[in-house]
């Protein structure tokens, strides 16, 4: 009899250790995989969240992430409100889900020159913000290779020559973040 129990307490003990180890070798690939992992696979795993928050400097952006491209996110903040975002302004990210996932989505191959050029084709009335957080409204005239040109004019009004205040040119690294206002 002591001799059952002796066996069975080290069958006990052996199933123990290979559980540790296990759960031990399970953390480490876990920890490995994630230190691969950068934030624009994070967004792209998380494309269509709805309670996912940008942060830039002045100002939080909120809604459901609709899309991600190599250098932008698209934000819908509410219906068929959609605010694009530059990813070098963002400086803190909430309501990603947690851990590594596979992206479910392939980023957009294209830059964030080529959606501002959809927005300037477009001629909407836009809301754009600075890293600084500056808000001003107008009509984008040109997207060049680095920057854009900003029409200054007031958001109720469309561009004509008589309503434009200004012209502004924002080079892409001081982009914050851009909205359609019609």
Same mark, same amino acid.
């Given at each position: 009899?002591?001799?059952?129990?002796?066996?069975?307490?080290?069958?006990?003990?052996?199933?123990?250790?290979?559980?540790?180890?296990?759960?031990?070798?399970?953390?480490?690939?876990?920890?490995?995989?994630?230190?691969?992992?950068?934030?624009?696979?994070?967004?792209?795993?998380?494309?269509? /969240?709805?309670?996912?928050?940008?942060?830039?400097? !002045? =100002?939080?952006? +909120? %809604?459901?992430?609709?899309? &991600? #491209?190599? *250098?932008?996110?698209?934000?819908?903040?509410?219906?068929?409100?959609?605010?694009?975002?530059?990813?070098?302004?963002?400086?803190?990210?909430?309501?990603?889900?947690?851990?590594?996932?596979?992206?479910?989505?392939?980023?957009?191959?294209?830059?964030?020159?080529?959606?501002?050029?959809?927005?300037?084709?477009?001629? /909407?009335?836009?809301?754009?913000?600075?890293?600084? !957080? =500056?808000?001003? +409204? %107008?009509?984008?005239?040109? &997207? #060049?290779? *680095?920057?854009?040109?900003?029409?200054?004019?007031?958001?109720?009004?469309?561009?004509?020559?008589?309503?434009?205040?200004?012209?502004?040119l924002v080079p892409f690294w001081s982009?914050?973040?851009?909205?359609?206002?019609?």
């Amino acid at each position: 009899m002591r001799w059952d129990r002796l066996f069975d307490d080290l069958a006990a003990q052996l199933a123990l250790d290979e559980t540790r180890e296990l759960e031990a070798e399970v953390a480490d690939r876990t920890r490995r995989e994630r230190a691969l992992l950068d934030v624009h696979t994070r967004m792209l795993a998380n494309v269509e /969240a709805t309670h996912v928050g940008l942060r830039l400097p !002045g =100002r939080l952006i +909120t %809604g459901r992430l609709t899309d &991600v #491209g190599p *250098d932008w996110a698209l934000v819908e903040t509410a219906p068929d409100r959609p605010c694009l975002v530059a990813l070098a302004a963002v400086r803190g990210i909430t309501g990603l889900g947690p851990g590594a996932r596979t992206p479910s989505v392939v980023a957009k191959r294209f830059g964030l020159g080529a959606a501002l050029r959809a927005v300037s084709r477009d001629r /909407a009335v836009v809301e754009l913000a600075d890293v600084d !957080g =500056r808000v001003v +409204t %107008g009509t984008i005239d040109v &997207v #060049g290779a *680095d920057h854009l040109e900003l029409a200054e004019h007031a958001p109720d009004e469309m561009r004509r020559a008589a309503n434009v205040t200004g012209r502004l040119l924002v080079p892409f690294w001081s982009l914050g973040s851009v909205r359609r206002l019609h």
